[in-house]
């Protein structure tokens, strides 16, 4: 909607300057008038949308689980649950720290961890599977038995 005001105000803009009769003082007053609105107008449409820190503690926003598979030498398909438990803000980008571990006998080992800037939607209260193909250069070709860990970092939100 302040697109199109924004296109209109813009065209009256174009007509005052080149196709009225005003004096030369009113058009130039109407025209600082129209770009102060035009410039109000495009900020109060991005203050919303643009994601921020702080909306949302890293805790409300949990991974639910993890599976991986290898799809390439060193490159494994990680496939994650993550849940928004805020109740607010809808997350816009996540930190997620991806890590490898190798289990045996009950007791795990890290092998490699990968952190990545990710830009997924989650609504609130909702919660989302999303597959990443992340390279794991330290694990060895033969490893088996590969456990994977996704914790968040950190995160951006809208309200």
């Known amino acids: 909607m ?20 005003f004096p030369r003082k009113r058009k130039i007053d109407f025209t600082l008038l129209a770009l102060f609105l035009v410039v109000g107008g495009l900020w109060l449409e991005g203050r919303g ?7 949302i503690e890293v ?7 993890a599976t991986g598979e290898r799809s390439y030498l060193t490159n494994f398909n990680v496939d994650h649950c993550l849940q928004n438990n805020s109740t607010s803000a809808s997350v816009k980008r996540l930190g997620l720290k991806f890590s490898a571990l ?3 006998d009950g007791e795990c080992t890290e092998l490699e961890s990968v952190e990545k800037d990710l830009q997924i939607e989650i609504a609130p209260q909702e919660t989302i599977n999303n ?14 038995n590969l456990s994977w860990e996704v914790e ?3 995160v951006k939100a809208t309200r």
């Not at 296109?7 to 009769?21: Q, T």
Request: charged share 20%; hydrophobic share 55%; proline share 4%.
């Open 2 to 21: 302040i697109r199109i005001i924004v296109l209109a105000i813009g065209l009256f803009v174009i007509w005052m300057l080149f196709f009225s009769d």
């Open 49 to 55: 949308s643009t994601p921020r820190m702080g909306l």
């Open 59 to 65: 805790e409300e926003v949990v991974s639910c689980g």
């Open 102 to 104: 190798a289990c045996a």
């Open 131 to 144: 597959t990443e193909n992340i390279a794991f250069n330290k694990v060895p070709k033969d490893a088996e």
């Open 152 to 154: 968040v970092v950190s």
